[in-house]
């Protein structure tokens, strides 16, 4: 049974809270003097409000009762509806013709995908601006998380919303409470981010910081710049990016075992030294590629470039500071892999995720032995625990629609006409929220080479992406409508 009197009644408070958050953009265009923002601001902040109470009026008394299924159903009609009324000013204002390209953009914001179809950026409003790369950090850490972390009535309901909305085969509680779980993870992260928009004021205007860290820590990818953090040619921005891009890239429970003294379990974390040994072999490869290739002058110069791009695709981030497309046949394919192995569980990033990868691995290395020891007890032990089937099957079974929800992703944009290099990693860059592929849609390109009817399949795509598709598909049987 839906309880859906109680699913409209939270949706009607969290959209109260996006538009509370909204109101800092609506501050900025009465700063900055433009009309045309404070008018698509204040017209959709009203119809915010104007929603959300009529809703609140509709379920007045009502006792608000979440179930899983509950959860499901509240989780995806948030980033739907929040995402419907986010596009809303950049259509007020002209920022795009059509309301699908407004829509995609919007949703690429708080998926955290990065991916754009505007062609050009430095020209439009900063409130706009602001807007659009604030919802990358909204994103990345979860509208419903950050909604849980700031309202204590909701105690242990908050717990199937917090599972719905996060990533990963399994969920840290850190507290015995979810809503201090839910506060801890949004105090983390915004802790770096205080920090990552310090270090970079050092050499960048506080706006284009406070924009880069968003799309930084929301493992996002949006930029102020039309050539994304290439634009600011700052060694000095690159590195700090780089950084920041690995730390919102890890799982962030991690840091708050940092912070109770746990040292030892963070070191032995499987996860994060596999993360970790993944950037370093590949951005020493790329590297040895491209110097090879004297790409960059130094060696030192192509080991920036390397680590920036590895980051930024492993991560799922999507900054760019050089057009790959140019880079040799290698160092692009080694990129192409990395679209399928994705940041860390319970970080700001998307993808696949390096825990299922390396389960996956482990399981075909034990159906190997099990065919040489037909005998023999093989369970899956991961970081040091026997992982249980149930987790197991969920892997297989997440990893099976993953890719053939690419691959269908792949057929529909294969209809625009272009290359199947531009289709391929367009379908999975938005399903793994990663925001640049190759080509067409490589970091020189964009989205607006697309009809808003594949815009529309790229919406869905970047939103069953972040939500790791099962929140989004369960929505679509016969059981999960049943009494």
């Not at 920090?195 to 799309?215: E, N, R, S, Y």
């Not at 708050?256 to 003294?261: D, E, N, P």
């Not at 869905?460 to 989004?472: A, K, Q």
């Amino acid at each position: 049974m839906i309880h859906t009197r109680s699913v409209l009644r939270l949706l009607a408070y969290i959209h109260l809270l996006v538009a509370a958050l909204m109101a800092i953009s609506l501050a900025l265009a009465f700063y900055y003097d433009e009309p045309e923002g404070i008018k698509a601001f204040s017209i959709t902040e009203a119809a915010m409000l104007g929603f959300s109470l009529l809703l609140i009026a509709g379920t007045r008394g009502e006792k608000i009762v979440i179930k899983p299924k509950d959860s499901y159903l509240l989780v995806t009609l948030t980033w739907v509806l929040a995402t419907a009324f986010g596009a809303l000013p950049l259509f007020i204002s002209g920022t795009f013709e059509t309301y699908p390209q407004c829509y995609f953009e919007i949703m690429s914001g708080f998926t955290t995908t990065g991916a754009t179809a505007l062609s050009s950026i430095e020209d439009k409003m900063k409130s706009i601006l602001f807007w659009r790369n604030m919802t990358n950090w909204l994103g990345g850490m979860g509208i419903v998380v950050l909604f849980v972390a700031l309202l204590p009535f909701m105690g242990t309901r908050g717990t199937s919303l917090v599972g719905a909305e996060s990533v990963g085969p399994t969920k840290d509680k850190l507290t015995p409470k979810i809503q201090h779980t839910a506060f801890a993870l949004w105090a983390i992260y915004a802790f770096f981010s205080l920090i990552q928009t310090l270090l970079l004021w050092i050499k960048i205007p506080l706006f284009d910081a406070v924009t880069v860290m968003f799309g930084t820590m929301g493992a996002a990818g949006f930029s102020a710049k039309n050539s994304s953090i290439g634009g600011y040619h700052s060694p000095y921005v690159d590195v700090v990016v780089t950084i920041f891009m690995i730390i919102a890239g890890s799982n962030f429970a991690l840091y708050f075992k940092v912070l109770k003294g746990k040292w030892r379990d963070v070191i032995r974390d499987a996860e994060l030294r596999q993360y970790l040994l993944i950037i370093t072999v590949f951005t020493l490869l790329i590297t040895l590629n491209l110097h090879s290739h004297n790409s960059y002058g130094s060696f030192f110069t192509a080991m920036r470039y390397a680590a920036f791009h590895v980051a930024s695709i492993i991560t799922t981030t999507g900054f760019a500071t050089f057009d790959y497309n140019f880079w040799p046949a290698f160092s692009k394919t080694l990129l192409v892999m990395l679209f399928f192995v994705g940041g860390c569980a319970g970080s700001a990033g998307g993808g696949i995720k390096v825990i299922r990868i390396s389960m996956l691995l482990s399981l075909a290395k034990n159906a190997i032995r099990k065919r040489l020891h037909p005998e023999a007890v093989t369970p899956l032990i991961y970081s040091g625990s026997i992982v249980k089937p149930d987790v197991i099957l969920s892997v297989a079974g997440f990893v099976a629609a993953y890719i053939l929800t690419g691959f269908i992703g792949t057929l529909l944009f294969s209809l625009s006409g272009y290359d199947f290099e531009t289709c391929f990693t367009a379908s999975f860059l938005l399903l793994g929220n990663i925001g640049i592929g190759m080509h067409d849609v490589g970091p020189s390109g964009n989205f607006s080479i697309f009809s808003d009817s594949l815009l529309t399949v790229g919406s869905f795509l970047m939103l069953v992406g972040r939500l790791e598709l099962f929140t989004v598909y369960a929505l679509f049987t016969k059981t999960f409508w049943k009494r």
